[in-house]
């Protein structure tokens, strides 16, 4: 079985310092991962997602992850955090890539960005 | 761009109330989801279907039913609502078809049972 362990909850920074966001994933097979974000009252929208092709995503915003087969890690990364960043961001797996897809969410991180 | 839209943002019901949740999308998807989000719980699958007149139930089934009668529509259907069905809802969608297996999401529906 697939699942996902965000290791911090909540991640406070400062505006224009780096921001990392941390994530461990379990899977029995070759798994997709993504980064999703959730602004306050609004719907996830899709940071980057990894399908076996580079293991360093560039996704939106300029959001990056890189896929650690043996660390079995997905830490999501951004040189320098925006007020805008201020989300809760979920990692999400999924083992199954194309049809009949079941994705696992973590439990997500509230990221807080300070003046 | 995918688009994903949920019947209403807010929803206050009674507690034996049924309740009906509707979700639409444009992008002719052949899978559509359910999942319900909770403070510290993420996102937890309800349902989902890969066709139309066809369901599976997902990790948190009980106390749901759902509906696919065309394939741009998916409804979540509490037949006696409890408080404990007090959450927001998110409906996605995603394709088989196209390598991959992002999922599209709508704004959710936050229901308040009384």
């Known amino acids: 079985a697939q699942s996902v362990t965000q290791l911090d909850s909540h991640v406070s920074v400062s505006e224009g310092t780096p921001v990392l966001l941390r994530c461990n994933y379990s899977?029995?097979?070759?798994?997709?991962l993504f980064w999703y974000v959730q602004h306050p009252n609004k719907g996830l929208q899709l940071l980057l997602k990894?399908?076996?092709?580079?293991?360093l995503v560039k996704g939106i915003n300029g959001f990056e992850a890189e896929f650690k087969k043996s660390e079995t890690s997905f830490h999501l990364t951004k040189p320098s955090a925006h007020m805008s960043d201020a989300a809760e961001y979920f990692c999400v797996v999924s083992e199954r890539p194309g049809g009949g897809n079941k994705l696992t969410f973590g439990t997500g991180t509230q990221l807080k960005v300070e003046l | 761009d995918v688009k994903v839209t949920q019947s209403s943002r807010y929803l206050v019901k009674r507690t034996g109330e049924k309740v009906f949740l509707e979700c639409v999308q444009d992008m002719d998807h052949e899978n559509m989801f359910w999942y319900r989000q909770d403070p510290g719980l993420g996102l937890r699958l309800i349902y989902f279907?890969?066709?139309?007149?066809?369901?599976e139930k997902g990790d948190i089934p009980e106390g749901y039913s759902v509906s696919r009668e065309k394939k741009e529509r998916f409804s979540l259907i509490l037949e006696s609502a409890s408080t404990n069905q007090t959450s927001m809802y998110l409906c996605?969608?995603?394709?088989?078809?196209?390598?991959?297996?992002?999922?599209?999401f709508g704004p959710g529906t936050r229901l308040t049972v009384l």
């Open positions: 996605a969608s995603s394709s088989p078809f196209l390598g991959t297996d992002t999922q599209y």
């Open positions: 899977s029995s097979y070759s798994p997709s």
């Open positions: 990894y399908t076996s092709a580079a293991t």
């Open positions: 279907s890969y066709d139309v007149k066809m369901k």
